[in-house]
């Protein structure tokens, strides 16, 4: 700081400056520290998602023992550290679950392997009360939506070998674009609704098209098969 009295403000840089970056890791590679740095933080502002993120690479961080009490709930359910608030109630009040203030939240945390096997339970279950032709464009908007397409034909593939190499990497590229699971789920669900609500008592007649007979020459064909 400046000698002038009065004077708060330094104008010089500071005198010692680190030449590499502190590594927290650096002489330390233990179960503990490799687990603090995999951290996944989420469910919280930017602010405090800075904050903590700041605690875990300077190794100031200290994770939780055991659960903590919630402040809206008063159940043992935090189980993360530095939050004051556990998730399902900081989701339905739409709060950051470190400070309690309605910021937007940054980062949404992945659900575990139990959580999205239920899901894709539950969906199955929804899905097997759909008609045929309804469980078919369902599978086609999942398909569409995970960035799929469907297998182009030998004689195709044989004419565009030579030339079609680099704009189908450049479109493959494109099409690799991944979605978290939470947008998944919800797009998985919206489109089960919608379905649902679109559903009429003529679905038999849906299902009925989705055999694959199109021209009346079809009904011919079997009816001369049963005569022979």
Not at 24 to 37: A, C, E, G
Not at 63 to 89: E, F
Request: net charge neutral; glycine share 4%.
């Amino acid at each position: 700081m400046s000698c002038k009295k009065g004077s708060t403000r330094r104008t010089r840089p500071q005198k010692y400056q680190n030449s590499t970056s502190y590594r927290n890791n650096l002489h330390d590679n233990s179960k503990k520290t490799k687990k603090i740095n995999s951290t996944e933080v989420a469910e919280v502002c930017k602010r405090c998602q800075e904050i903590i993120e700041w605690k875990i690479k300077y190794k100031k961080y200290k994770p939780l023992s055991q659960a903590k009490t919630c402040t809206k709930c008063h159940n043992k359910a935090v189980k993360d550290a530095y939050h004051t608030i556990c998730i399902p109630c900081a989701s339905n009040m739409e709060v950051c679950c470190k400070c309690g203030k309605k910021e937007e939240i940054v980062q949404h945390k992945a659900p575990t392997e139990t959580e999205r096997l239920r899901v894709m339970a539950e969906l199955e279950r929804e899905i097997e009360g759909l008609s045929e032709r309804k469980r078919r464009a369902y599978h086609r908007y999942m398909d569409k939506l995970n960035g799929k397409k469907k297998k182009r034909k030998q004689q195709v593939q044989e004419e565009n070998d030579g030339e079609g190499d680099e704009t189908e990497a450049i479109n493959s590229k494109n099409d690799s674009k991944e979605i978290s699971i939470e947008e998944y789920f919800k797009n998985a669900r919206e489109k089960i609704e919608m379905l649902k609500a679109a559903m009429e008592e003529n679905d038999f007649l849906d299902d009925f098209d989705d055999l694959g007979i199109e021209d009346e020459e079809d009904f011919e064909d079997t009816d001369s098969e049963y005569r022979d």
